[in-house]
């Protein structure tokens, strides 16, 4: 008798650290980071320790790599893990989550690196859908959504509604999308998409308790947090994640005018920096300057910077008063 309740109270106790490891909910400031390249444009980890402890001290809650688009479709699986292995070891020390964005490249491929997350301990997966590939019902959605979980092993995973490239993704997920691929794929635990997204979605679907929308933009972060969107996974957490901290700290302490003055700021640096030449070439210098790490420049066919935009962007920083490292 005495020995069943021992043994009853102990499965009782491994059900819930399982559901513990499970549930744990990812949400805060998701850096996707920008991928280190040396002048031979070849992926070069050594800065990554570095990387990471200045988006630690910072305030980033954790990291999303291989997750910026223009970057990542000319990085070969090979070099994605090789960037996951530098930011896991990077990253668990400082406390720092890790995601990998696995989609955007053929189906194969995709699950080659969701093994790969499993393998090394990542915290969960972000996935763009596969290239030339749009589902058109909530039931194709679902589908792809539960293709990732074949071998996630219970890995959060996160859609990320890009639709800035028709051909990867001409969908916006709207309520009845996501709600199916709630109701049926248990580790389906949230999407990064944009504010408006955001809302069709909490206008018609509930949002569950163990998921987090991941707000794309910057744009509107206290407008946002009104609505109870915290979350971010957007390319801008590289450069000034400390003003969307401050933002959220004027409202809460109800100082709005403050809020509001502060993204006006930052809206008003980010959208200067990124008209000088290739917007998200801009922003990696932009980060190179503020973080004074070398983060190189962009492979082809992404034009490279001149050294006339990176001037401007460094009168930029100036005139707006954000301190930088001269590299
Ligand atoms: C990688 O970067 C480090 C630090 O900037 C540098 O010392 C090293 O030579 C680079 N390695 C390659 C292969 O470019
Ligand atoms: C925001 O407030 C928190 C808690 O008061 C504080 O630790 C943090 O430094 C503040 N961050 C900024 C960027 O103002
Ligand atoms: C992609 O990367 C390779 C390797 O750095 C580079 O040679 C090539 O120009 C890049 N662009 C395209 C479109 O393949």
């Known amino acids: ?5 021992v043994l009853v109270v102990f499965c009782l106790l491994l059900v819930g650290s399982i559901e513990h490891a499970s549930t744990q909910k990812l949400e ?3 850096c996707p980071v920008f991928t280190p390249l040396n002048s031979e444009y070849q992926v070069n980890v050594s800065v990554i320790p570095d990387y990471a402890k200045y988006l630690k001290d910072k305030g980033v809650d954790g990291v999303v790599v291989a997750a910026n688009i223009p970057e990542s479709s000319n990085l070969s699986v090979r070099e994605k893990k090789e960037l996951l292995d530098a ?3 990077a990253s668990k020390p400082l406390g720092l989550k890790v995601m990998l964005q696995v989609g955007g490249v053929p189906s194969p491929d995709i699950i080659e690196l969701v093994r790969y997350a499993v393998s090394k301990d990542a915290d969960g997966i972000l996935a763009l859908p596969p290239p030339f590939y749009s589902p058109e019902t909530p039931e194709d959605f679902t589908r792809y959504i539960e ?6 092993g219970g890995l959060p995973i996160y859609y990320d509604n890009v639709i800035a490239n028709p ?3 001409a969908l916006f997920i709207m309520a009845p999308y996501f709600e199916r691929a709630s109701n049926e794929v248990e580790n389906f635990k949230g999407m990064r998409g944009s504010f408006r997204d955001a809302m069709l979605i909490t206008s018609e679907a509930k949002i569950r308790s163990d998921q987090e929308f991941f707000l794309n933009k910057h744009l509107a972060v206290a407008g946002a947090m009104y ?3 915290n979350s971010y996974i957007t390319p801008i957490l590289n450069f000034l994640p400390e003003l969307i901290r401050e933002i959220r700290n004027y409202s809460n302490s109800g100082d709005s005018d403050a809020a509001s003055e502060t993204q006006d700021r930052l809206n008003h640096i980010t959208s200067l920096v990124m008209q000088q030449g290739d917007s998200i070439a801009a922003l990696k210098a932009a980060t190179e300057l503020t973080s004074g790490i070398s ?9 490279a910077l001149s050294n006339r935009d990176i001037t401007e962007i460094k009168e930029i920083l100036n005139d707006n008063d954000i301190e930088y490292i001269e590299q």
């Open 227 to 229: 609505m109870g969107f």
């Open 1 to 5: 008798m005495k020995r069943t309740f």
């Open 295 to 303: 983060l190189g420049g962009m492979r082809a066919p992404h034009p």
């Open 87 to 89: 930011w896991v070891a």
């Open 147 to 152: 293709f990732l979980t074949c071998c996630s």
């Open 167 to 169: 051909n990867i993704a």
């Open 28 to 30: 805060g400031l998701f």
